[in-house]
């Protein structure tokens, strides 16, 4: 096995392309299945490699006739320590040779490594081109010399001086450096150099040249006709359909290298000004989460970044993972705690460390981000004496071992613990019914974890909610000037990538069309640049491309499948379809459950439906399905996953989540937009209930947290009859529809106990008054007799010069007086017994109805009664008192006893029941 050595020089300004050189020599290798041993200068990342030789070696094709043996040189500071700069190795003795730069030069080597002729080095590239150069004149083409020189400009700090002196000395060095070069070798030199302007560009050229020197290695130790051994190294569909591009699927991750970098450069400048927090800003379907999760998070935590070496550790999450009803501050301290980030923070003497650290951030954020720092401190250091144990092991078979003993012993580079926060799809904060407070204390937590300085913060956010995001002091003091990256729609030359080189990776080809020659894969690329949102809809078509071959095993994408599925435009929709078409009826019928709690709607006036992730169980295990439709929920859900419609992810708490997984899905499926019209009324009153249930489970299931009585409990009831809830939704409302019952039983008991009260007091109050009047009345007409028998008495035996003169007429009726007064009393007490054991039976027998009301209105006619009887009564008595007084005031005639006249009347009794006594 023959090996192929290569020497790639960086310094810290080119990180990054030396970390995208890295990818594509591996991607390369891949290809063409040749095995990889790389070798870093820098011994934190040498340490954790030591192994990858032995396992690459053991995973290759034991018939690999050559082996790659990358060395990536670091030169990491200016002021190098003389041990140090004596173990550059001399570049003639690789195969090929890369050197990347832009605004600086190598540090100076020391004195005993001089230049072919002699001379001493201006710097460590002059000494590596030099040697390169020397060699490839000997031995024509050993090595091979490429410098990739980055044209860009870059910014200059102007504070402090001597900061802007160093970099102005080194920016003249890189222009003397080219113009001494072109002046001693001329058109050799010049050949060897490439201009860039930006990654993309680096990207192109490198990929070129190397595959270019890769394939020239394998015609010299070709055998069988010297066919190159192209394989694919991707197994599996390289296109991601309506899903993202992960952290694990980089290597196929293409188109957006340009883009990386300006991300990776935005946070390098926000970490230089001690606020390392980034925003993404993009349109829906742009390739916000591809970008960050497959581009910018493999590059950072590689230490491909001037941000550092490493170790790295990273988070990931979405304030609305777990839909409206979960709590986005309990799903980041999950994410803080998941087994990439700092599972370190679980072994804390703190019972309940996820449930801690989330009461922390919502509590206080920035002591938080401190216990979070002291973790990261702790785990640098127990780094470091790892790293140093493994270091006494590392075997010193390499040339270059010797520069990596010497990092070792002098300690440059120490490890430094760092972690990556990414926050995807930060508009579910204000698309997910949170209350203005959650949103509040979730944005103060962002803001002091990125103040700690050791979280670095990348943000992707939909453009349409940046009014929002600037509604937050905190977030925009963060991102102001050059914290926020707003990405643009891929360039012709990017979507070109994005289909070639996954294709590429897999082993893929396009056909040419049998009448104009065209390449499908040019096609695709013209309708793609025309199309408003052409990301989803290209990846989802070469998914479909790629699983029709397949079928076939041909490795061929055909024009015919490409009309079949309905081109760019229609492919989406026409897939859709057709899996509805071949739908079982009880997933049919399942569909009319399953798809309204996935869609919400949008706070816009359009009602514009959005995207809604909701656990698994809850799709396919209803209170309000019976076993045959749950059977056909789980049914259909699962084949909506397999088709790509739907997907599936885990939470931090390992709960499977399914949700729509591209908004063009809902703009294009005509089954979606023809059950809108009839939906969205229960779509309205569905987030109107997650935002109470939200409350309720956010404060503890309060039972003042319950629907209320009114429009909210009816509309909870309708959506119970009409629409399909969860399990938890189903229990709020039943719990709600308790609780109102209650109130009702309640509010009817405490009504009838207080009309009960009153009609027993206004009984016992009515009945005392009138034995009270009785009382009263008795004692009055008791008295009422006396007078008149002692003025009686007074006229009997009075002289009878005082005595008026007395009919034979007023005699009777004087004799009659006392039978009267007696008849009327005996009258009188009986109508008022009469009305005392009538009464309150009466009012007895009314209180029996349950009403509020009776009570008043018993009284008052109660009241009503009683003066009608006390007006009787004092006409009664008036009666008796002028029955008793007329004898006395009128003359007694003489009789005259042949007159015929009638006595006088006698007085009529107040009841005409009750006749006078007649003599």
């Known amino acids: 096995m023959r090996r192929i050595d290569i020497f790639i020089s960086s310094l810290e300004d080119v990180q990054i392309e030396r970390s995208i050189a890295e990818r594509l020599i591996r991607s390369a290798a891949a290809e063409f299945s040749v095995p990889v041993s790389v070798f870093y200068s820098n011994w934190l990342r040498q340490l954790k490699q030591k192994d990858e030789s032995t396992a690459q ?22 002021k190098a320590e003389p041990e140090y700069r004596e173990q550059t190795p001399n570049t003639g003795q690789y195969d090929l040779v890369v050197c990347i730069l832009w605004s600086r030069l190598c540090s100076r080597l020391a004195p005993t490594l001089l230049m072919p002729d002699g001379s001493q080095p201006r710097s460590a590239t002059d000494y590596e081109v030099a040697w390169a150069l020397n060699h490839s004149k000997q031995t024509p083409g050993v090595p091979t010399l490429h410098i990739y020189r980055n044209r860009a400009t870059r910014v200059a700090p102007l504070e402090p001086k001597e900061k802007r002196d160093i970099f102005c000395r080194q920016w003249d060095s890189v222009q003397e450096f080219f113009a001494a070069w072109e002046k ?84 390098h400048n926000q970490a ?66 998941a087994k990439s980030a700092l599972p370190e923070l679980q072994d ?25 720092t002291e973790i990261l401190d702790q785990l640098s250091l127990q780094e470091l004496d790892h790293l140093l144990d493994e270091s006494e092991a590392l075997p010193a078979t390499r040339k270059e071992s010797a520069g990596l003993a010497g990092q070792i012993r002098l300690r440059r580079v120490k490890p430094k613990m760092q972690l990556a926060l990414v926050i995807d799809q930060l508009e579910e904060l204000f698309t997910n019914g949170f209350s203005p407070e959650v949103q509040r204390r979730y944005i103060s937590a962002l803001s002091a974890l990125a103040r700690c300085e050791r979280i670095f913060v990348i943000a992707a956010l939909e453009s349409d909610f940046f009014a929002r995001y600037q509604q937050f002091s905190e977030l925009v003091e963060l991102t102001a000037l050059s914290g926020r990256y707003e990405l643009q729609p891929p360039t012709p030359h990017e979507i070109r990538n994005m289909v070639r080189l996954p294709a590429e990776a897999a082993g893929l080809r396009f056909e040419r069309h049998p009448d104009t020659g065209q390449s499908l894969d040019e096609a695709l690329v013209e309708v793609a640049v025309a199309n408003s949102e052409p990301l989803p ?32 435009q229609g492919a989406l929709a026409n897939h859709a379809e057709t899996v509805l078409s071949t739908l079982k009826s009880d997933e049919r019928q399942a569909l009319q459950f399953v798809m309204p709690q996935l869609v919400s709607l949008g706070r816009s006036e359009e009602d514009v439906l959005t995207r809604r992730t909701v656990p698994y169980r809850d799709l396919v295990s209803s209170p309000e399905l019976d076993h045959r439709q749950k059977a056909g929920a789980e049914a259909l859900v699962d084949r909506l996953i397999k088709e790509g419609l739907l997907s599936a992810v885990n939470d931090p708490h390992q709960e499977l989540l399914v949700g729509i997984p591209q908004e063009a899905l809902l703009r294009r499926w005509p089954g979606v937009r023809q059950w809108l019209p009839e939906g969205r009324d229960f779509l309205r ?32 009831e309708t959506l119970i009859r009409h629409f399909g809830l969860s399990q938890i939704q189903f229990d709020y409302i039943q719990k709600s529809i308790r609780k109102q019952k209650r109130r009702r039983r309640m509010r009817d008991y405490v009504r009838l106990t207080v009309t009960a009260a009153l009609a027993v007091l206004a009984t016992l109050w009515g009945v005392d008054w009138f034995n009270t009047e009785i009382q009263r009345k008795k004692g009055e007409q008791d008295a009422t007799p006396a007078p008149q028998s002692t003025s009686l008495a007074t006229n009997q035996h009075s002289p009878p010069e005082a005595q008026p003169q007395k009919t034979p007429q007023d005699a009777q009726r004087v004799q009659q007086n006392p039978d009267l007064a007696t008849t009327q009393r005996s009258a009188l007490e009986a109508r008022l017994k009469k009305t005392q054991e009538e009464k309150p039976q009466e009012d007895i027998a009314q209180q029996a109805q349950p009403n509020t009301d009776l009570a008043a209105f018993h009284e008052s006619a109660a009241d009503t009664q009683s003066q009608k009887e006390r007006e009787h009564f004092q006409a009664a008595q008036e009666d008796a008192r002028r029955a008793a007084d007329r004898p006395q005031s009128r003359q007694i005639q003489p009789l005259n006893p042949g007159a015929n006249e009638m006595p006088p009347a006698p007085l009529q009794p107040l009841d005409s029941s009750v006749q006078p006594a007649h003599p």
């Open 57 to 78: 070696r053991g995973n290759a094709d034991r018939d690999s006739v050559l082996l790659l043996c990358p060395c990536f040189w670091e030169y990491q500071d200016l």
């Open 184 to 267: 001693r070798r001329g058109t050799e030199f010049v050949d060897c150099c490439h201009d860039y302007q930006d990654l993309e560009e680096f990207e192109n050229l490198f990929r070129a040249h190397f595959r270019d020197f890769l394939a020239g290695q394998l015609d010299r130790e070709a055998v069988a006709g010297g066919a190159l051994r192209k394989t694919h190294y991707w197994e599996s569909n390289p296109f991601r359909g309506l899903n993202f591009f992960d952290f694990e699927h980089a290597q196929i991750y293409h188109g957006r290298t340009k883009a990386v970098g300006e991300v990776l450069n935005v946070l």
């Open 272 to 337: 230089k000004a001690r606020k390392p927090l980034v925003l993404v800003l993009g349109a829906s379907g742009s390739g916000k989460s591809s970008l960050i999760h497959a581009g910018v998070l493999p590059l950072l935590t590689q230490g491909g970044t001037p941000l550092g070496s490493g170790p790295w550790r990273r988070a990931l999450t979405r304030p609305g993972i777990r839909g409206a009803l979960g709590d986005p501050l309990d799903t980041l301290a999950a994410a803080l705690l």
């Open 348 to 372: 804390t003497a703190l019972p309940e460390a996820r449930w801690s650290l989330a009461s922390e951030l919502r509590k206080d954020p920035d002591c938080a981000g401190f216990r979070l």
């Open 537 to 568: 809809l290209l990846e989802h078509l070469l998914a479909q491309l790629y699983q029709k071959q397949l079928e076939r095993k041909d490795g061929l994408l055909r024009w015919s499948d490409y009309r079949e599925f309905g081109e760019l």
């Open 685 to 716: 009153m569905r987030d109107r209930l997650d935002a109470s249930l939200t409350r309720w489970l956010s404060r503890g299931r309060r039972t003042d947290d319950l629907l209320g009585r009114g429009i909210e409990l009816a509309e909870a």
